[in-house]
């Protein structure tokens, strides 16, 4: 039966493929994976050669998006994590230490070594990645597959997590405020911004360029965080409309489909924030969007002096509403009392910094629209 043996040696052959894959898979990470070296010679042990770092990411980028990156990332995390003997090892004698009641400096250093062995092998892979050119870009997209594969499930297990969550601490750090850059998008920005830009609007897709072209026109204001290591590339996206105030009956679809000709900046009282995008999915859960809210609030406050009140909308549903107050900066206080009070991070815990919302929002039927926050007293509205 020809059709039989054709079938046959294609899946051998696709064995084969398979097995020199994970055996090359195994091969790149043994070469590019530094070792952990003894506490004793931390300080003194020579980085690896750059050669190898480099040599992963195109081993890495030559692969295809899912099952073989997967593939890879697995193995990454379940052979190069942490290794669990040492820190039992090391757990021992400190306790050894405290009960010995030792001098302090002994129970500290067995401390110290137990906290240096707590650290995963890949942490090393990503710090020497962050030190390349582009490499920064490359951790991103390569938590973005991270992320995405546990989502979908073409990824599980602790490891896997385990090591997602040690590259989002990393990259918190690597993008903490002091390297972030605050842009101002307007319609003379490069034509490949503005199309990231509206790409990238989760809250409220842009129809078309005309409609790109009113939300960074008169009367709104249009912001994102870039990283000096990365300019030009929009990390987080804050939209902005001025008006001269908010009402209780205002729409989100009105404001940002009205037409200005000219911007009268006298007339300007209220700035709205009325969409924030993630754009890399790679930093979902680092700090940015806080930091973007309190960096342009303070621009606007500079830029426009008759600002004296700040809101926000947000789309929600009852489902993400707490998640979504806590993302853009707003800690739950009470969560079942008739009037929900909530404080704000970013002003004092004040009679002023109080947020009500209002009665009509029912035990049974807990579900709203659009959140507004306004100045002084800031109402939820349904």
């Known amino acids: 039966y020809p059709h039989c043996s054709a079938a046959l040696t294609a899946r051998r052959a696709n064995v084969l493929w398979v097995t020199a894959s994970v055996a090359g898979m195994e091969e790149l990470l043994s070469r590019s994976v530094p070792p952990l070296p003894p506490y004793e010679t931390k300080e003194k042990a020579p ?47 400190v306790l050894q230490a405290r009960e010995q009641q030792r001098e302090l400096g002994a129970l500290l250093q067995a401390e110290d070594r137990l906290r240096y062995y707590l650290n995963p092998q890949y942490r090393g892979l990503f710090q020497h990645l962050g030190r390349l050119e582009g490499g920064l870009r490359f951790l991103v997209e390569l938590r973005s597959d991270l992320v995405e594969g546990l989502a979908t499930k073409v990824m599980d297990g602790p490891h896997v997590k385990e090591m997602s969550g040690v590259l989002k601490s990393m990259l918190s750090e690597w993008f903490s405020t002091g390297f972030l850059n605050l842009e101002r998008v307007t319609w003379q920005s490069p034509c490949e911004v503005l199309q990231k830009i509206s790409d990238s609007e989760a809250v409220h897709p842009v129809r078309n360029w005309v409609d790109m072209k009113r939300r960074v026109g008169s009367y709104r204001r249009c912001y994102f965080f870039s ?22 009956s205002i729409q989100v679809q009105s404001l940002m489909h009205l037409v200005h000709k000219t911007e009268d900046t006298d007339k300007i009282t209220t700035a709205i924030f009325y969409s924030i ?17 309190k960096r342009v609030v303070k621009e606007l406050q500079v830029g426009l002096a008759g600002v004296t009140g700040i809101g926000y909308f947000m789309q929600v549903s009852s489902m993400n509403l707490y998640s979504i107050i806590t993302y853009c900066g707003i800690i739950v206080n009470s969560f079942r009392t008739p009037c929900r009070t ?40 349904d």
């Open 47 to 93: 980085p690896p050669a750059e050669l190898r770092s480099a040599e992963f990411v195109r081993y890495y980028r030559g692969l295809e998006a899912g099952p073989p990156r997967a593939e890879l990332l697995t193995r990454l995390a379940r052979d190069f994590g942490v290794d669990h003997g040492r820190v039992a090892e090391f757990s021992a004698k």
């Open 227 to 248: 990283h000096c290591a990365i300019p030009g590339e929009p990390l987080i996206v804050l939209h902005v409309a001025l008006t001269s105030d908010i009402s209780s």
């Open 277 to 293: 995008s993630l754009t890399q999915q790679g930093l979902q859960g680092v700090e940015l969007g806080t930091y973007l809210i």
């Open 342 to 381: 909530f404080f704000q991070v970013t002003g004092e815990r004040n009679e002023n910094s109080l947020i009500y919302i209002q009665s009509g929002m029912k035990e049974s039927h807990f579900c709203v629209e659009y959140i507004i926050l306004v100045n002084s007293l800031y109402y939820l509205n």
